[in-house]
């Protein structure tokens, strides 16, 4: 089993970005909107996936949020490689990138905002 990254698949935001990461890495990772991997996993709490994109590694563990993203990123982008690194390593870094992506998740509509909304 390849990697597979679970995300909104009803946010557009979320959308746009899987698009985004389909067109450069190809098909190196499954993308799956939530409310279709949830379905056939049901071990995984709903919660985890309303909270955040999930990742599932080849060997069945996974991550969550910024740490989800940029190891999905490490395949595509160098940077990623390093950032993920100092993530691993310093809680500064973890902790700066984590506010952050929870800052995206929770303002979602500021970075693509529905057509309801304009």
Known sequence: ????????GECQFCVNCVDLLKRVG?????????SEFSKEHPEIPLA??????????ENGTGASAAEAILETLTAFHPAAKWI????????I????L????????????LFYPSQADL
Do not use: C
């Open 48 to 57: 985890n996936f309303e909270k955040a994109v999930q990742l599932i590694r």
């Open 84 to 91: 993920h690194s100092w993530y691993s390593k310093s809680l």
């Open 26 to 34: 190809g098909d190196t990772i499954a993308y799956y909107p939530s």
């Open 1 to 8: 089993m390849k990697r597979a990254l679970i995300y909104d």
């Open 98 to 109: 984590d506010a952050g992506y929870e800052f995206v998740a929770t303002h979602r509509q």
């Open 93 to 96: 870094v973890r902790s700066i």
